[in-house]
């Protein structure tokens, strides 16, 4: 339920400063007045020139308008399950060009309407960013944000140099030595599907070289630089392992977000 009309300002400075230009003289005009005292039809009010009759999405925006338990959802009319923050603004500045009070002066109830559609668009702001900071603080070895493309070479395994299967000779454009300890290490991204990048990796006999999100990389070659500087904790060695360890578990039990199937009306003649 809405927080009941009150003689505060009908916007903040969400309104002022995502919404507005300079207002513009209004547009709005009524259609349908009364014509005598017998046929008296039904005021509507129309915004910058368009007809809106009572069927369809016009329907529609009458339902919210008038049901006091419509849903933030419903008063912005944006999709509850693929709003992104980019949709949800452009839906809130459209909301506020048809029915603040600035602009459409002679509809009647626009400064509750106006109300509810800046309640709605604070809450669901205010989810949103909830729900992006709970998606950047997760543990990307628990919820792993991809799906495992980037290389990371376990430096403290490699042979270096004097390994019979040197992903460097199979993948040279990926894999590099380094110049202080003489063991392999990834020099770039993105090869994906690369066929010489993937036989490097399955033909190590070290098995150092994993297939890691891009959070996991960050998180894994910040650990390897602590551990190669002296003083060398083994401690910190075996807590790397079993980061890998589970970071190749979870990233092998990732599944790609599901995409909305869609519907088509097209004739299909399966004769």
């Given at each position: ?29 009524m259609e ?33 308008m ?6 933030p ?7 509850s ?8 603004k ?27 559609v ?124 079993s ?17 909305n ?11």
């Amino acid at each position: 339920m809405f927080e009941p009309l009150s003689t505060a300002p009908l916007y903040t400075e969400i309104s002022r400063s995502i919404l507005f230009p300079p207002p513009r003289p209004p547009t709005c005009f009524m259609e349908g007045r009364r014509t005598n005292r017998r046929n008296s039809r039904r005021l509507r009010s129309n915004c910058k020139g368009t007809e809106k009759d009572y069927s369809g999405s016009s329907r529609l925006e009458e339902d919210w308008m008038s049901s006091p338990s419509a849903t933030p959802y419903q008063i912005l009319g944006v999709d509850s399950t693929s709003c992104s923050p980019a949709q949800l603004k452009a839906a809130f500045r459209a909301r506020v060009k048809e029915f603040h009070p600035d602009v459409c002066k002679d509809m009647k109830d626009a400064d509750a309407i106006i109300r509810r559609v800046i309640q709605a668009y604070e809450i669901l702001s205010v989810n949103q960013q909830v729900e992006t900071t709970e998606r950047v603080c997760m543990d990307p070895f628990e919820e792993p944000e991809c799906v495992a493309y980037d290389l990371f070479v376990n430096e403290i395994r490699c042979v270096g140099k004097g390994c019979p299967y040197s992903c460097v000779k199979r993948a040279p454009h990926a894999f590099s030595f380094t110049g202080e300890n003489g063991t392999a290490r990834a020099i770039s991204q993105g090869h994906g599907d690369d066929y010489l990048v993937e036989s490097a990796v399955g033909q190590c006999p070290r098995r150092c070289i994993h297939y890691v999100t891009p959070s996991q990389r960050v998180i894994l070659e910040d650990m390897l630089r602590s551990i190669l500087s002296a003083p060398h904790d083994l401690a910190e060695a075996d807590f790397l392992d079993s980061l890998i360890i589970k970071a190749n578990f979870e990233n092998n039990r990732y599944q790609q977000p599901k995409r909305n199937p869609k519907a088509s009306s097209k004739y299909v003649d399966w004769s």
